[in-house]
Nanobody, 122 residues
Framework: QVQLVESGGGLVQAGGSLRLSCAASGRTFSTYAMGWFRQAPGKEREFVAAISWSGGTIYYGDSVEGRFTISREIGKNTVYLQMGSLKPEDTAVYYC???????????????WGQGTQVTVSS
């Protein structure tokens, strides 16, 4: 079983940047794909980004393509989400996920963290 702990959320003005981190423990981090989702009040959980164990395969959701960057640091068992050009509609709880493949991550088959709140003010 993997444990995922997100951090880095907060309040930021529109147009600003924020970096989220997700620390993984409990199993071999380097062999699993990782991803980020978000959920705004009253909305379904939305796919944001996913990265393969090697970092060679990356996917982004349409709404964040070109503004967000996912990366991972195997030595620290951590995955990051660098968010830029933030918009009020990016406001949500952001969740980290881990699964055997990026396809499993995108299909919501993985483990979840507790989430971190991101609020973008206009």
């Amino acid at each position: 079983q993997v444990q995922l702990v997100e951090s880095g959320g907060g309040l930021v003005q529109a147009g600003g940047s924020l970096r989220l981190s997700c620390a993984a423990s409990g199993r071999t981090f380097s062999t699993y794909a990782m991803g980020w989702f978000r959920q705004a009040p009253g909305k379904e959980r939305e796919f944001v980004a996913a990265i393969s164990w090697s970092g060679g395969t990356i996917y982004y959701g349409d709404s964040v393509e070109g503004r967000f960057t996912i990366s991972r640091e195997i030595g620290k068992n951590t995955v990051y989400l660098q968010m830029g050009s933030l918009k009020p509609e990016d406001t949500a709880v952001y969740y980290c996920s881990s699964a055997a493949s990026v396809d499993d991550v995108r299909a919501r088959f993985g483990s979840w963290g507790q989430g971190t709140q991101v609020t973008v003010s206009s």
